[in-house]
C-alpha cells in the first residue's frame, strides 16, 4: 500500500467566489460600507490577487495592517481607498503623500495626525477607533473624553469613520455587541 504525499496539499482559491461573497456582505450591509480586509497579504491568500479580484466586484475601501500593505494595495488600485487598520505608525508625510488614511487608535497618533493635517494647511481624512471592550486596540473611554477635551485635534481631521471590535461579533444575539455598540454614543 502506497503512503500518501502530504507534503502535496494546496490550496485553491476561487475568486470568483470570493468577489461573490464580498457581494453578499454588501447587499445584508445596506447603505453601510464594506469594506475588504487584506492585511497579511489576505490572511495569505495573495492580496496581489485578492484585492483586485475584490475591486472588480465592486469594493473600493480596503483595510490593511501597515503602511507597507496599504502602499502595495495602492500601486495594484491607484483609486482605492486604503486605510491603515494599525495606525499612524512612522512618517505622517508618507500618508499623506500616498494618500492613505491611518485608522487613529491613541491620542498620541491622534496628535500627530492633527500636527500633520496644520502642517499641511488642510484636514486630512482619518478613523477613529475607540475600544468599547475588547481591550485590544483603539482610544478607551477616558481618552475620547481627553480627545473631546481638545477641539483643536478633531477640528484638523476629516473624520470618516468611528469604529470598534465588537468582542462576540460571530454571535448576533450576544448582548455584549449591544452594550459595545452603545459605548461608541455614551460620551459627553
Given at each position: 500500500?502506497?503512503?500518501?504525499?502530504?507534503?502535496?496539499?494546496?490550496?485553491?482559491?476561487?475568486?470568483?467566489?470570493?468577489?461573490?461573497?464580498w457581494r453578499s456582505l454588501k447587499a445584508r450591509a445596506g447603505t453601510a460600507g464594506c469594506a475588504g480586509i487584506v492585511k497579511a497579504n489576505a490572511?495569505?491568500?495573495?492580496?496581489?490577487?485578492?484585492?483586485?479580484?475584490l475591486w472588480d466586484a465592486g469594493c473600493r475601501q480596503f483595510f490593511t495592517a501597515n503602511l507597507d500593505g496599504?502602499?502595495?494595495?495602492?500601486?495594484?488600485?491607484?483609486?482605492?481607498?486604503?486605510h491603515v487598520l494599525n495606525g499612524l505608525l512612522g512618517d505622517a508625510d508618507a500618508y499623506?503623500?500616498?494618500?492613505?488614511?491611518?485608522?487613529?487608535?491613541?491620542l498620541g497618533q491622534v496628535e500627530r495626525w492633527?500636527?500633520?493635517?496644520?502642517?499641511?494647511?488642510?484636514?486630512?481624512?482619518?478613523i477613529l477607533h475607540t475600544d468599547t471592550?475588547?481591550?485590544?486596540?483603539?482610544?478607551?473611554?477616558?481618552?475620547?473624553?481627553?480627545?473631546?477635551?481638545?477641539?483643536?485635534w478633531l477640528d484638523a481631521l476629516d473624520l470618516r469613520y468611528v469604529m470598534t471590535h465588537l468582542a462576540c461579533a460571530d454571535d448576533p444575539r450576544n448582548r455584549m455587541n449591544q452594550e459595545q455598540a452603545g459605548g461608541l454614543f455614551c460620551h459627553s
Open positions: 500500500m502506497a503512503i500518501p504525499d502530504r507534503s502535496a496539499t494546496r490550496l485553491a482559491i476561487d475568486l470568483d467566489a470570493l468577489a461573490s461573497n490572511y495569505g491568500l495573495g492580496a496581489e490577487r485578492v484585492a483586485p479580484a496599504a502602499l502595495a494595495v495602492r500601486g495594484w488600485l491607484p483609486d482605492a481607498d486604503v499623506v503623500e500616498d494618500h492613505v488614511v491611518p485608522v487613529l487608535n491613541d492633527a500636527a500633520c493635517a496644520r502642517r499641511h494647511e488642510r484636514k486630512l481624512p482619518a471592550g475588547m481591550s485590544r486596540l483603539g482610544l478607551p473611554a477616558e481618552e475620547i473624553e481627553d480627545l473631546l477635551a481638545r477641539p483643536e
